[in-house]
């Protein structure tokens, strides 16, 4: 069965850099694009980036555009979600999230359990 | 990308039905046939529920169902049970490859 496994989050002061980690199985995960969403404390839910099956496109929410990247290792069944300048609104449980599709179907079908980040001094 | 517009709470006894609603704009719900909905448990991950608008995955309850209307979709709950009880939250593509997301709808089983 599908499994997502993040790992990587912990506390961090803010203008620090975190990076996660997403290990996947159950799944041919080269042949389908992944997405990070997040979900600060109490609140909904975040779309924060995507990246296709192949690597060869990444789009990002507005609020992380320029701070955050990801990317994929596809012979390590790996995503990865690396976060720079981090601020205190950016503390959520970050989820590691399958699509449907190699391209995109934006709908969201597996999720992790998700990993918490708390930016705080 | 502003969020779509969700009641914070619905309430139902069990065996009612419910719906709950998800307004967006022209830009987003009323222009494409990708919106999705997701259960919440309290300490879990999301799990999806509908897609493409009304469509369900398999291992979902034919009890949940979706719809849209214009610039706003609908989660319809048939035969309300106390497991029903979550956070739900619709989802739609926004364009320019990229998604927002509802505020959520807390459901209360009565």
């Known amino acids: 069965q599908v499994q997502l496994v993040e790992s990587g989050g912990g506390v961090v002061q803010p203008g620090g850099s975190l990076r996660l980690s997403c290990a996947a199985s159950?799944?041919?995960?080269?042949?389908?694009?992944m997405h990070w969403v997040r979900q600060a404390p109490g609140k909904g839910l975040e779309w924060v980036a995507f990246i296709r099956y192949d690597g060869s496109n990444k789009y990002y929410a507005d609020s992380v555009k320029g701070r955050f990247t990801i990317s994929r290792d596809n012979s390590k069944n790996a995503l990865y979600l690396q976060m720079n300048s981090l601020r205190a609104e950016d503390t959520a449980v970050f989820y590691c999230v399958k699509d449907n599709r190699g391209y995109s179907s934006w709908y969201f079908d597996y999720w992790g359990q998700g990993t918490l980040v708390t930016v705080s001094s | 990308q502003s969020a779509l517009t969700q009641p914070a709470s619905v309430s139902g006894s069990p065996g009612q039905s419910i719906t709950i609603s998800c307004t967006g704009t022209?830009?987003?719900?009323?222009?494409?046939?990708?919106v999705s909905w997701y259960q919440q448990h309290p300490g879990k991950a999301p799990r999806l529920m509908i897609y493409e608008d009304s469509k369900r995955p398999s291992g979902v309850s034919n009890r949940f169902s979706g719809s849209k209307s214009g610039n706003t979709a609908s989660l319809t709950i048939s035969g309300l049970q106390a497991d029903d009880e979550a956070d739900y939250y619709c989802?739609?593509?926004?364009?320019?490859?990229?998604?927002?997301f509802g505020g959520g709808t807390e459901l209360t089983v009565l």
């Open positions: 022209s830009s987003d719900v009323g222009s494409y046939n990708l």
């Open positions: 989802c739609s593509y926004a364009g320019s490859s990229t998604v927002v």
């Open positions: 159950g799944f041919t995960f080269s042949s389908y694009g």
